[in-house]
């Protein structure tokens, strides 16, 4: 769910900001989500906020109001900006099937060395939040320690397990990932 995946990376709520357009972020409210439009930006110049507001404001509908509509935004605008690290990700994830969806969780031998691979053009921030927000089915502890400890980030071992990996699926060695192999229910 995307309001759980933006908790996660709430610690990076200001860099997920950073690339992002203030006045797009309006006009896309402003179109998708007009209560909160009103609540938030009416009767005001868009011009005239800043992103130290809008990163204000996206907390208070994210975790106050539970506002699905603000994470899901913050998301696809996200992944636009990002779009080469987006793609360096879906294109590793597709060696393991074709529909990425189909991936069950992806073994840690294997995420650390997708991690050291794009380290090296990525900061590592932006990793994790591309992990989180597009629930890439990397092991919770894999996230924890790998991902979030060397940034200082230290969740709660209740709170909000990462939403991309079932955890209790077996790594195919040859694979270094579990991908669902049944055939797709006909609809």
């Known amino acids: 769910m995307p309001l759980n995946a933006m908790r996660r990376v709430d610690p990076l709520l200001d ?3 950073k690339p992002l357009k203030p006045s797009k972020i309006i006009q896309e409210i402003a179109k998708s989500d007009r209560p909160s439009f009103f609540r938030n930006f009416k009767g005001y110049r868009i011009e005239k906020f800043g992103r130290p507001q809008l990163v204000a404001i996206a907390r ?5 109001r539970q506002n699905e509509i603000w994470a899901q935004l913050l998301i696809v605008l996200w992944n636009e900006t990002q779009k080469d690290l987006y793609i360096a990700f879906r294109d590793r994830v597709a060696t393991l099937s074709d529909d990425v969806e189909k991936v069950l969780r992806i073994s840690d031998e294997l995420g650390a060395k997708w991690v050291d691979e794009l380290v090296e053009k990525w900061a590592l921030e932006d990793i994790l939040i591309c992990v989180h927000m597009n629930e890439v089915r990397f ?9 979030e400890a060397p940034l200082g980030i230290n969740r709660d071992p209740a709170d909000l397990a990462h939403g991309g990996a079932a955890e209790n699926v077996e790594i195919d060695p040859a694979l270094g990932a579990a991908v669902d192999k049944s055939a797709a229910k006909a609809a």
């Open 15 to 17: 860099r997920i900001m």
């Open 60 to 64: 208070k509908e994210m975790h106050e």
């Open 139 to 147: 092991s919770d502890a894999f996230i924890r320690t790998r991902l």
